[in-house]
Protein backbone atom coordinates (compact mmCIF):
# COMPACT_ATOMS: atom_id res chain seq x y z
CA UNK A 1 0.00 0.00 0.00
CA UNK A 2 0.91 3.56 -0.43
CA UNK A 3 2.61 5.59 2.34
CA UNK A 4 0.39 7.91 4.08
CA UNK A 5 0.94 11.43 2.84
CA UNK A 6 -0.43 14.77 3.33
CA UNK A 7 -2.81 15.41 0.30
CA UNK A 8 -1.71 19.07 -0.38
CA UNK A 9 1.84 18.59 -0.89
CA UNK A 10 4.00 16.40 -2.30
CA UNK A 11 6.92 16.38 -0.30
CA UNK A 12 10.23 13.64 0.13
CA UNK A 13 9.40 11.08 2.40
CA UNK A 14 12.13 9.86 4.72
CA UNK A 15 13.39 6.46 3.02
CA UNK A 16 13.88 9.38 -0.19
CA UNK A 17 15.96 11.76 1.39
CA UNK A 18 19.70 12.27 1.06
CA UNK A 19 21.73 12.24 4.46
CA UNK A 20 22.61 16.01 5.78
CA UNK A 21 26.46 15.58 5.06
CA UNK A 22 25.68 13.52 1.44
CA UNK A 23 23.61 17.22 0.35
CA UNK A 24 25.92 19.33 1.89
CA UNK A 25 29.36 17.21 -0.27
CA UNK A 26 27.37 17.78 -3.25
CA UNK A 27 26.61 21.87 -2.60
CA UNK A 28 30.41 22.33 -1.62
CA UNK A 29 31.09 20.58 -5.19
CA UNK A 30 28.78 23.04 -6.83
CA UNK A 31 26.22 20.33 -8.25
CA UNK A 32 23.68 22.00 -5.88
CA UNK A 33 22.55 25.27 -5.97
CA UNK A 34 20.47 28.02 -4.53
CA UNK A 35 17.91 28.20 -7.43
CA UNK A 36 14.99 26.23 -7.65
CA UNK A 37 13.07 25.91 -11.37
CA UNK A 38 10.93 29.00 -11.26
CA UNK A 39 14.31 31.09 -10.85
CA UNK A 40 15.73 29.37 -14.39
CA UNK A 41 12.75 29.72 -16.45
CA UNK A 42 12.19 33.33 -15.37
CA UNK A 43 15.50 33.93 -16.18
CA UNK A 44 15.06 32.88 -19.65
CA UNK A 45 13.21 35.96 -20.31
CA UNK A 46 15.61 38.59 -19.07
CA UNK A 47 19.04 36.23 -20.53
CA UNK A 48 17.76 35.43 -24.14
CA UNK A 49 14.79 37.88 -24.24
CA UNK A 50 14.05 38.19 -27.86
CA UNK A 51 15.70 35.17 -29.65
CA UNK A 52 14.06 32.33 -30.78
CA UNK A 53 12.71 29.89 -28.42
CA UNK A 54 10.24 27.34 -29.41
CA UNK A 55 9.31 26.90 -33.24
CA UNK A 56 6.31 24.87 -34.73
CA UNK A 57 3.73 24.21 -37.34
CA UNK A 58 1.33 26.98 -35.60
CA UNK A 59 4.05 29.18 -33.24
CA UNK A 60 7.47 30.94 -33.50
CA UNK A 61 8.10 32.38 -30.37
CA UNK A 62 10.52 34.15 -28.25
CA UNK A 63 11.67 33.65 -24.80
CA UNK A 64 9.78 36.42 -23.96
CA UNK A 65 6.32 35.21 -25.47
CA UNK A 66 7.23 31.87 -24.42
CA UNK A 67 7.95 32.47 -20.25
CA UNK A 68 5.02 35.23 -20.49
CA UNK A 69 2.64 32.65 -21.86
CA UNK A 70 3.25 30.33 -19.45
CA UNK A 71 3.57 32.95 -16.47
CA UNK A 72 -0.01 33.56 -17.42
CA UNK A 73 -1.68 30.10 -17.60
CA UNK A 74 0.05 29.33 -14.29
CA UNK A 75 -1.85 32.21 -13.40
CA UNK A 76 -5.12 30.39 -14.30
CA UNK A 77 -4.03 27.37 -12.59
CA UNK A 78 -3.48 29.19 -9.41
CA UNK A 79 -6.74 31.13 -9.58
CA UNK A 80 -8.22 27.27 -10.33
CA UNK A 81 -6.42 26.61 -6.52
CA UNK A 82 -3.69 25.11 -8.07
CA UNK A 83 -0.89 25.61 -5.24
CA UNK A 84 2.76 24.80 -4.62
CA UNK A 85 3.87 21.65 -3.70
CA UNK A 86 0.66 20.28 -5.47
CA UNK A 87 0.73 17.16 -7.93
CA UNK A 88 -0.71 17.97 -11.35
CA UNK A 89 -1.11 15.57 -13.98
CA UNK A 90 0.58 16.51 -17.31
CA UNK A 91 -0.55 14.49 -20.33
CA UNK A 92 0.31 15.74 -23.60
CA UNK A 93 1.15 15.17 -27.04
CA UNK A 94 4.48 16.99 -28.26
CA UNK A 95 3.65 20.43 -29.14
CA UNK A 96 3.16 24.25 -27.71
CA UNK A 97 1.03 23.52 -25.22
CA UNK A 98 2.63 20.56 -23.51
CA UNK A 99 5.88 22.83 -23.02
CA UNK A 100 3.42 26.03 -22.04
CA UNK A 101 1.69 23.65 -19.27
CA UNK A 102 5.67 22.22 -18.06
CA UNK A 103 6.78 25.62 -17.56
CA UNK A 104 3.56 26.76 -15.96
CA UNK A 105 3.99 24.31 -13.59
CA UNK A 106 7.16 24.83 -12.92
CA UNK A 107 6.78 28.83 -12.31
CA UNK A 108 3.88 27.72 -9.91
CA UNK A 109 6.33 25.56 -7.70
CA UNK A 110 3.25 22.87 -8.38
CA UNK A 111 4.72 19.08 -9.15
CA UNK A 112 4.02 18.01 -12.87
CA UNK A 113 3.42 14.42 -13.28
CA UNK A 114 4.94 13.78 -16.13
CA UNK A 115 2.34 10.89 -18.01
CA UNK A 116 3.25 9.72 -21.45
CA UNK A 117 0.89 10.31 -24.68
CA UNK A 118 0.78 6.34 -25.10
CA UNK A 119 -0.70 5.92 -21.28
CA UNK A 120 -4.35 4.93 -21.19
CA UNK A 121 -7.05 5.26 -18.62
CA UNK A 122 -5.18 2.28 -15.97
CA UNK A 123 -2.27 4.01 -16.08
CA UNK A 124 -2.95 7.65 -15.58
CA UNK A 125 -5.62 6.78 -12.79
CA UNK A 126 -2.64 4.81 -11.13
CA UNK A 127 -0.43 7.92 -11.20
CA UNK A 128 -3.00 10.02 -9.99
CA UNK A 129 -3.68 8.26 -7.58
CA UNK A 130 -0.43 7.36 -6.19
CA UNK A 131 0.77 11.41 -6.33
CA UNK A 132 -2.47 12.51 -4.74
CA UNK A 133 -3.28 14.75 -7.91
CA UNK A 134 -5.03 17.64 -7.66
CA UNK A 135 -5.81 18.64 -11.39
CA UNK A 136 -5.03 16.48 -14.72
CA UNK A 137 -3.98 18.56 -17.46
CA UNK A 138 -4.66 17.03 -21.28
CA UNK A 139 -6.04 16.86 -24.56
CA UNK A 140 -9.32 15.63 -26.39
CA UNK A 141 -7.02 13.15 -28.58
CA UNK A 142 -5.48 11.34 -25.73
CA UNK A 143 -8.62 9.40 -24.68
CA UNK A 144 -9.00 9.57 -20.73
CA UNK A 145 -12.13 9.47 -19.08
CA UNK A 146 -11.89 12.26 -17.28
CA UNK A 147 -14.90 11.85 -15.65
CA UNK A 148 -14.20 8.37 -14.23
CA UNK A 149 -10.47 9.89 -13.64
CA UNK A 150 -12.08 12.20 -11.23
CA UNK A 151 -14.45 9.65 -9.59
CA UNK A 152 -11.73 7.20 -8.99
CA UNK A 153 -8.90 9.82 -7.78
CA UNK A 154 -10.91 12.15 -4.86
CA UNK A 155 -7.70 14.26 -4.61
CA UNK A 156 -8.34 15.34 -8.46
CA UNK A 157 -10.76 18.76 -8.28
CA UNK A 158 -10.17 19.21 -11.76
CA UNK A 159 -9.33 18.59 -15.33
CA UNK A 160 -8.26 20.61 -18.21
CA UNK A 161 -8.29 19.23 -21.91
CA UNK A 162 -6.54 21.30 -24.88
CA UNK A 163 -8.16 21.41 -28.18
CA UNK A 164 -6.94 22.87 -31.45
CA UNK A 165 -9.45 25.44 -30.42
CA UNK A 166 -8.59 25.76 -27.06
CA UNK A 167 -4.91 25.73 -26.31
CA UNK A 168 -3.18 25.91 -22.87
CA UNK A 169 -1.39 29.08 -24.65
CA UNK A 170 -4.39 30.47 -25.25
CA UNK A 171 -6.09 30.36 -21.86
CA UNK A 172 -3.16 32.17 -20.35
CA UNK A 173 -5.39 35.45 -21.60
CA UNK A 174 -7.73 34.97 -19.56
CA UNK A 175 -5.25 35.61 -16.61
CA UNK A 176 -3.89 38.36 -14.99
CA UNK A 177 -1.06 39.51 -13.18
CA UNK A 178 1.77 37.50 -12.96
CA UNK A 179 3.16 34.44 -10.42
CA UNK A 180 4.86 35.37 -7.47
CA UNK A 181 8.02 33.45 -6.51
CA UNK A 182 6.62 29.89 -5.13
CA UNK A 183 7.87 29.20 -1.49
CA UNK A 184 10.06 25.56 -2.43
CA UNK A 185 13.72 25.08 -2.31
CA UNK A 186 15.97 23.43 -3.83
CA UNK A 187 16.04 20.42 -2.24
CA UNK A 188 12.31 19.67 -2.31
CA UNK A 189 10.46 17.87 -5.42
CA UNK A 190 10.43 19.55 -8.75
CA UNK A 191 8.69 16.90 -10.72
CA UNK A 192 7.89 13.02 -11.03
CA UNK A 193 8.91 11.33 -13.80
CA UNK A 194 7.50 8.06 -14.64
CA UNK A 195 9.53 4.83 -14.52
CA UNK A 196 9.31 1.96 -17.61
CA UNK A 197 6.83 -0.37 -15.43
CA UNK A 198 9.86 -2.84 -15.02
CA UNK A 199 8.04 -4.33 -12.55
CA UNK A 200 4.34 -3.50 -13.02
CA UNK A 201 2.78 -0.10 -13.09
CA UNK A 202 4.55 2.43 -13.20
CA UNK A 203 6.63 4.32 -10.39
CA UNK A 204 7.11 7.76 -9.41
CA UNK A 205 10.45 9.11 -9.60
CA UNK A 206 11.09 12.28 -7.58
CA UNK A 207 13.35 14.82 -8.73
CA UNK A 208 14.53 17.71 -6.68
CA UNK A 209 15.23 21.52 -7.87
CA UNK A 210 18.64 20.90 -7.39
CA UNK A 211 18.96 18.09 -8.30
CA UNK A 212 17.37 18.27 -11.67
CA UNK A 213 19.18 21.50 -12.33
CA UNK A 214 22.06 20.02 -12.24
CA UNK A 215 20.79 17.29 -14.72
CA UNK A 216 20.32 19.06 -17.91
CA UNK A 217 23.00 21.60 -17.04
CA UNK A 218 25.83 18.95 -16.90
CA UNK A 219 24.20 17.11 -19.77
CA UNK A 220 23.90 20.26 -22.04
CA UNK A 221 27.75 21.33 -20.85
CA UNK A 222 28.91 17.76 -22.03
CA UNK A 223 26.49 18.23 -25.66
CA UNK A 224 28.37 21.89 -25.85
CA UNK A 225 24.85 23.01 -26.30
CA UNK A 226 25.29 27.20 -27.41
CA UNK A 227 22.52 29.65 -27.94
CA UNK A 228 22.92 28.60 -32.06
CA UNK A 229 21.53 25.52 -31.45
CA UNK A 230 18.00 23.83 -32.69
CA UNK A 231 17.23 20.92 -30.56
CA UNK A 232 14.36 19.05 -32.81
CA UNK A 233 11.97 17.08 -30.16
CA UNK A 234 11.17 13.96 -31.93
CA UNK A 235 10.72 11.71 -28.97
CA UNK A 236 7.74 12.35 -26.21
CA UNK A 237 8.84 15.01 -24.28
CA UNK A 238 7.07 13.35 -20.99
CA UNK A 239 10.59 11.03 -21.49
CA UNK A 240 13.90 11.98 -19.30
CA UNK A 241 15.95 11.79 -22.21
CA UNK A 242 14.39 14.33 -24.53
CA UNK A 243 13.39 16.61 -21.57
CA UNK A 244 16.53 16.56 -19.88
CA UNK A 245 19.63 15.02 -21.03
CA UNK A 246 20.37 17.87 -21.93
CA UNK A 247 17.04 17.78 -24.06
CA UNK A 248 14.59 20.93 -24.48
CA UNK A 249 15.40 22.38 -20.87
CA UNK A 250 18.90 21.71 -21.40
CA UNK A 251 18.45 23.38 -24.73
CA UNK A 252 16.39 26.25 -23.84
CA UNK A 253 18.43 26.68 -20.79
CA UNK A 254 21.27 27.50 -23.08
CA UNK A 255 19.59 30.10 -24.95
CA UNK A 256 18.96 27.75 -28.32
CA UNK A 257 15.67 27.27 -29.64
CA UNK A 258 13.36 23.85 -29.44
CA UNK A 259 11.70 23.04 -32.69
CA UNK A 260 8.93 20.58 -32.50
CA UNK A 261 8.26 18.35 -36.16
CA UNK A 262 4.83 17.22 -36.96
CA UNK A 263 5.89 13.87 -35.76
CA UNK A 264 8.88 11.96 -35.79
CA UNK A 265 7.79 10.01 -38.64
CA UNK A 266 11.14 10.65 -40.83
CA UNK A 267 9.56 12.57 -43.78
CA UNK A 268 8.16 15.03 -41.30
CA UNK A 269 11.43 15.21 -39.29
CA UNK A 270 13.70 15.10 -42.26
CA UNK A 271 11.95 18.20 -43.63
CA UNK A 272 11.49 20.00 -40.10
CA UNK A 273 15.14 19.33 -39.90
CA UNK A 274 16.00 21.55 -43.43
CA UNK A 275 13.57 24.16 -42.76
CA UNK A 276 14.88 25.01 -39.56
CA UNK A 277 18.03 24.31 -39.42
CA UNK A 278 18.08 21.87 -36.38
CA UNK A 279 21.20 20.61 -35.01
CA UNK A 280 20.95 17.93 -32.87
CA UNK A 281 18.30 15.75 -31.93
CA UNK A 282 17.40 12.72 -29.04
CA UNK A 283 16.22 8.88 -31.21
CA UNK A 284 15.59 5.42 -29.38
CA UNK A 285 17.47 2.76 -32.07
CA UNK A 286 14.02 1.80 -33.59
CA UNK A 287 13.50 5.24 -34.73
CA UNK A 288 17.21 5.42 -35.81
CA UNK A 289 16.78 2.21 -37.80
CA UNK A 290 13.57 4.07 -39.31
CA UNK A 291 15.19 7.11 -40.24
CA UNK A 292 18.51 5.43 -41.38
CA UNK A 293 15.99 3.67 -44.11
CA UNK A 294 14.31 6.56 -45.34
CA UNK A 295 17.80 8.89 -45.91
CA UNK A 296 18.05 6.04 -48.74
CA UNK A 297 15.22 7.02 -50.67
CA UNK A 298 14.00 10.74 -49.57
CA UNK A 299 17.79 12.09 -50.01
CA UNK A 300 17.32 14.72 -46.77
CA UNK A 301 18.78 17.87 -46.41
CA UNK A 302 20.85 17.31 -43.02
CA UNK A 303 24.08 19.24 -43.17
CA UNK A 304 22.83 21.67 -40.00
CA UNK A 305 23.22 18.35 -37.80
CA UNK A 306 26.19 18.29 -35.77
CA UNK A 307 24.88 15.66 -32.94
CA UNK A 308 22.44 12.68 -33.02
CA UNK A 309 21.93 11.17 -29.38
CA UNK A 310 20.52 7.37 -29.16
CA UNK A 311 19.47 5.69 -26.53
CA UNK A 312 16.54 4.02 -24.52
CA UNK A 313 17.61 0.69 -25.87
CA UNK A 314 21.09 -0.49 -26.89
CA UNK A 315 22.88 0.50 -30.43
CA UNK A 316 24.41 -1.73 -32.03
CA UNK A 317 27.98 -1.18 -33.28
CA UNK A 318 27.10 -1.36 -37.26
CA UNK A 319 24.24 0.87 -36.60
CA UNK A 320 26.15 3.75 -35.35
CA UNK A 321 28.74 3.37 -38.01
CA UNK A 322 26.02 4.23 -40.30
CA UNK A 323 23.94 6.63 -38.56
CA UNK A 324 27.82 8.63 -38.57
CA UNK A 325 28.25 8.00 -42.08
CA UNK A 326 24.94 8.68 -43.73
CA UNK A 327 24.04 11.98 -41.50
CA UNK A 328 27.45 12.88 -41.71
CA UNK A 329 27.37 13.76 -37.68
CA UNK A 330 28.68 13.01 -34.16
CA UNK A 331 26.48 9.87 -33.02
CA UNK A 332 26.40 9.87 -28.98
CA UNK A 333 25.06 7.17 -27.12
CA UNK A 334 23.52 7.55 -23.93
CA UNK A 335 22.86 5.10 -21.64
CA UNK A 336 20.84 6.91 -18.84
CA UNK A 337 17.61 6.33 -16.53
CA UNK A 338 15.01 8.24 -15.09
CA UNK A 339 15.65 7.61 -11.51
CA UNK A 340 19.45 9.68 -12.30
CA UNK A 341 22.65 8.20 -13.60
CA UNK A 342 23.10 9.44 -16.99
CA UNK A 343 26.38 7.62 -19.28
CA UNK A 344 27.12 9.69 -22.41
CA UNK A 345 29.96 8.89 -25.15
CA UNK A 346 32.05 12.04 -25.41
CA UNK A 347 31.99 14.10 -28.40
CA UNK A 348 35.56 13.42 -29.17
CA UNK A 349 35.74 9.77 -28.02
CA UNK A 350 37.19 7.30 -30.97
CA UNK A 351 34.97 5.77 -33.44
CA UNK A 352 34.74 2.59 -32.00
CA UNK A 353 34.43 3.61 -28.36
CA UNK A 354 31.18 5.72 -29.98
CA UNK A 355 30.11 2.75 -32.36
CA UNK A 356 30.83 -0.55 -28.91
CA UNK A 357 29.86 1.23 -25.64
CA UNK A 358 27.16 3.16 -24.12
CA UNK A 359 29.25 5.71 -22.65
CA UNK A 360 30.59 6.56 -19.35
CA UNK A 361 29.13 8.59 -16.29
CA UNK A 362 27.83 11.85 -16.50
CA UNK A 363 29.24 13.42 -12.98
CA UNK A 364 32.98 12.46 -11.76
CA UNK A 365 30.49 11.95 -8.20
CA UNK A 366 28.62 9.26 -9.61
CA UNK A 367 29.69 6.53 -8.10
CA UNK A 368 29.19 3.05 -10.44
CA UNK A 369 29.20 -0.48 -8.65
CA UNK A 370 29.36 -3.55 -11.16
CA UNK A 371 28.38 -6.65 -8.58
CA UNK A 372 27.63 -10.03 -8.76
CA UNK A 373 24.83 -12.18 -7.37
CA UNK A 374 26.26 -11.86 -4.04
CA UNK A 375 26.61 -8.03 -4.10
CA UNK A 376 30.46 -8.10 -4.68
CA UNK A 377 32.27 -6.23 -7.08
CA UNK A 378 33.11 -8.11 -10.15
CA UNK A 379 36.40 -7.77 -12.29
CA UNK A 380 36.73 -4.93 -14.77
CA UNK A 381 35.21 -6.12 -18.06
CA UNK A 382 32.97 -9.05 -16.42
CA UNK A 383 29.54 -8.78 -16.67
CA UNK A 384 27.06 -7.74 -13.94
CA UNK A 385 24.47 -6.10 -12.39
CA UNK A 386 25.03 -2.18 -12.15
CA UNK A 387 24.40 -0.59 -9.01
CA UNK A 388 24.49 3.66 -8.92
CA UNK A 389 24.45 6.30 -6.41
CA UNK A 390 25.26 10.08 -7.28
CA UNK A 391 24.19 14.01 -7.06
CA UNK A 392 21.27 13.25 -9.21
CA UNK A 393 20.01 9.70 -8.99
CA UNK A 394 17.47 9.03 -6.38
CA UNK A 395 17.46 7.68 -2.63
CA UNK A 396 13.92 6.02 -2.95
CA UNK A 397 10.65 6.17 -5.32
CA UNK A 398 7.94 8.21 -4.31
CA UNK A 399 5.67 6.25 -1.70
CA UNK A 400 6.93 3.08 -1.95
CA UNK A 401 8.66 2.24 1.06
CA UNK A 402 8.58 -1.53 0.51
CA UNK A 403 9.77 -1.60 -3.02
CA UNK A 404 12.71 0.58 -2.14
CA UNK A 405 13.84 -1.89 0.53
CA UNK A 406 15.02 -3.84 -2.65
CA UNK A 407 15.81 -1.25 -5.15
CA UNK A 408 18.38 0.43 -2.94
CA UNK A 409 20.93 -1.42 -0.73
CA UNK A 410 21.18 -0.01 2.49
CA UNK A 411 23.58 2.20 1.85
CA UNK A 412 22.09 4.02 -0.82
CA UNK A 413 23.08 2.76 -4.05
CA UNK A 414 20.32 1.97 -6.58
CA UNK A 415 19.97 -1.61 -8.12
CA UNK A 416 19.40 -0.77 -11.96
CA UNK A 417 18.64 -4.12 -13.08
CA UNK A 418 20.78 -3.55 -15.46
CA UNK A 419 23.38 -5.92 -17.01
CA UNK A 420 27.00 -4.00 -17.55
CA UNK A 421 30.10 -4.67 -18.88
CA UNK A 422 33.06 -1.55 -17.47
CA UNK A 423 36.01 -0.96 -19.32
CA UNK A 424 39.08 0.41 -17.72
CA UNK A 425 38.16 3.59 -19.51
CA UNK A 426 35.05 3.71 -17.77
CA UNK A 427 32.66 3.22 -20.40
CA UNK A 428 29.59 0.77 -20.23
CA UNK A 429 28.59 -1.77 -22.69
CA UNK A 430 24.80 -3.00 -21.64
CA UNK A 431 24.41 -6.45 -22.29
CA UNK A 432 20.55 -7.05 -20.80
CA UNK A 433 18.27 -6.31 -17.97
CA UNK A 434 18.05 -8.67 -15.18
CA UNK A 435 14.06 -7.63 -14.44
CA UNK A 436 11.45 -9.43 -16.67
CA UNK A 437 11.07 -6.85 -19.25
CA UNK A 438 10.33 -6.08 -22.90
CA UNK A 439 11.16 -3.37 -24.71
CA UNK A 440 9.53 -1.65 -27.43
CA UNK A 441 10.10 1.81 -28.50
CA UNK A 442 12.63 2.50 -25.95
CA UNK A 443 9.58 1.57 -23.73
CA UNK A 444 10.36 -1.02 -20.65
CA UNK A 445 7.22 -3.28 -20.40
CA UNK A 446 7.24 -5.60 -17.33
CA UNK A 447 6.11 -9.24 -18.13
CA UNK A 448 4.30 -9.42 -15.17
CA UNK A 449 1.89 -6.74 -16.13
CA UNK A 450 0.94 -8.03 -19.26
CA UNK A 451 0.40 -11.41 -17.19
CA UNK A 452 -1.75 -10.05 -14.67
CA UNK A 453 -3.91 -8.83 -17.61
CA UNK A 454 -3.95 -11.51 -19.52
CA UNK A 455 -4.86 -13.83 -16.01
CA UNK A 456 -8.04 -11.50 -15.83
CA UNK A 457 -9.49 -12.93 -18.84
CA UNK A 458 -12.11 -15.49 -18.08
CA UNK A 459 -11.24 -18.13 -20.76
CA UNK A 460 -6.94 -17.97 -19.61
CA UNK A 461 -6.28 -19.87 -16.30
CA UNK A 462 -2.28 -19.19 -16.20
CA UNK A 463 -0.44 -16.97 -19.08
CA UNK A 464 3.32 -16.30 -19.30
CA UNK A 465 4.71 -13.94 -21.66
CA UNK A 466 8.29 -13.36 -23.23
CA UNK A 467 9.71 -11.29 -25.95
CA UNK A 468 10.18 -11.95 -29.68
CA UNK A 469 12.79 -10.17 -31.29
CA UNK A 470 12.00 -8.04 -34.23
CA UNK A 471 13.35 -7.10 -37.18
CA UNK A 472 15.66 -3.96 -35.89
CA UNK A 473 15.69 -3.60 -32.37
CA UNK A 474 12.02 -3.48 -31.01
CA UNK A 475 10.55 -6.52 -29.53
CA UNK A 476 7.32 -8.55 -29.77
CA UNK A 477 5.02 -9.53 -26.98
CA UNK A 478 4.42 -12.77 -27.21
CA UNK A 479 2.02 -14.28 -24.95
CA UNK A 480 1.54 -17.83 -24.26
CA UNK A 481 -1.72 -18.86 -22.25
CA UNK A 482 -3.63 -22.24 -21.02
CA UNK A 483 -7.37 -21.22 -22.06
CA UNK A 484 -10.15 -24.20 -22.04
CA UNK A 485 -11.37 -22.25 -25.00
CA UNK A 486 -9.73 -23.39 -27.88
CA UNK A 487 -11.15 -20.71 -30.13
CA UNK A 488 -9.18 -17.60 -28.10
CA UNK A 489 -7.76 -15.21 -30.61
CA UNK A 490 -4.88 -12.52 -30.68
CA UNK A 491 -8.29 -10.39 -31.81
CA UNK A 492 -9.59 -11.43 -29.01
CA UNK A 493 -7.29 -11.04 -26.44
CA UNK A 494 -6.27 -7.44 -27.63
CA UNK A 495 -9.82 -6.17 -27.28
CA UNK A 496 -9.98 -7.60 -24.23
CA UNK A 497 -6.87 -5.26 -23.15
CA UNK A 498 -8.53 -2.22 -25.00
CA UNK A 499 -11.47 -2.61 -22.34
CA UNK A 500 -8.90 -2.45 -19.59
CA UNK A 501 -7.74 0.64 -20.87
CA UNK A 502 -4.37 -0.66 -20.94
CA UNK A 503 -1.77 1.46 -23.17
CA UNK A 504 -2.02 0.20 -26.69
CA UNK A 505 1.95 -0.84 -26.73
CA UNK A 506 1.39 -3.16 -23.99
CA UNK A 507 -1.15 -5.33 -26.16
CA UNK A 508 0.55 -8.93 -27.36
CA UNK A 509 1.58 -8.98 -30.87
CA UNK A 510 1.35 -12.98 -30.95
CA UNK A 511 -0.84 -15.27 -29.22
CA UNK A 512 -0.07 -19.07 -28.56
CA UNK A 513 -1.99 -22.20 -27.05
CA UNK A 514 -0.19 -24.14 -24.77
CA UNK A 515 -1.25 -27.24 -22.24
CA UNK A 516 1.76 -26.82 -19.85
CA UNK A 517 4.33 -24.49 -19.14
CA UNK A 518 7.81 -25.65 -19.20
CA UNK A 519 9.20 -25.18 -15.13
CA UNK A 520 12.60 -24.51 -13.66
CA UNK A 521 13.79 -27.03 -11.03
CA UNK A 522 12.46 -24.48 -8.44
CA UNK A 523 8.83 -24.52 -10.12
CA UNK A 524 8.76 -21.32 -11.80
CA UNK A 525 7.76 -21.09 -15.92
CA UNK A 526 10.95 -22.23 -17.82
CA UNK A 527 10.68 -18.81 -20.56
CA UNK A 528 13.86 -19.71 -22.00
CA UNK A 529 12.07 -22.94 -22.66
CA UNK A 530 9.11 -21.64 -23.47
CA UNK A 531 9.95 -19.70 -26.12
CA UNK A 532 12.52 -22.49 -27.98
CA UNK A 533 9.10 -24.44 -28.02
CA UNK A 534 6.70 -21.57 -29.02
CA UNK A 535 9.23 -20.69 -31.92
CA UNK A 536 9.63 -24.33 -33.82
CA UNK A 537 6.98 -24.44 -36.53
CA UNK A 538 5.06 -27.03 -35.37
CA UNK A 539 4.09 -24.66 -32.30
CA UNK A 540 0.10 -23.77 -32.74
CA UNK A 541 0.18 -19.90 -33.00
CA UNK A 542 -2.74 -17.45 -33.40
Known sequence: MPDAISPSRTVLLPDMRYSDDVQTRYRQRGYWGDEVLSDVVRAWASRHAKRTALLTERDDWDFVTLVARADRFGCHLAARGVSAGEAVILQHRNDTDFIVALLALLLLGAVPVLALPAHQQREVTHVAELATAVCYLGSEHAGIDTVALQAAVPS???????????????WSDDAIGSLPRPAVRPEDIALLLLSGGTTGMPKLIARTHADYIYNFRASAAL???TAEDSYLAALPMAHNFPLGCPGILGTLDRGGSVVVPPSSAAEEAFETIARHR??????????????LEAAEWERPDLSSMRLVQVGGA?????????????FGCVIQQVFGMAEG???FTRLDDPPDLIAATQGRPLCDDDEVRVVDDRGQDVPTGDVGEL???????????????????????PDGFYRSGDRVRRLASGHLIVEGRIKDV??????????DEIEACLRDHPAVRDAAVFADQLAGYDEAIHAAVISDDAT???????AFFASLRVAAYKWPDKLSHIRQFPLTPIGKVDKRQLATLLREPAAPNT
Open 223 to 225: CAI
Open 438 to 447: INRHGESIAA
Open 488 to 494: LTLNDVR
Open 387 to 409: LVRGPYTIRGYYRATDYNRQAFT
Open 314 to 326: KLDAATADQLASK
Open 278 to 291: ATLTALVPSLAALW
Open 156 to 170: LCFSLLASPDRRFAD
Open 341 to 343: LLN
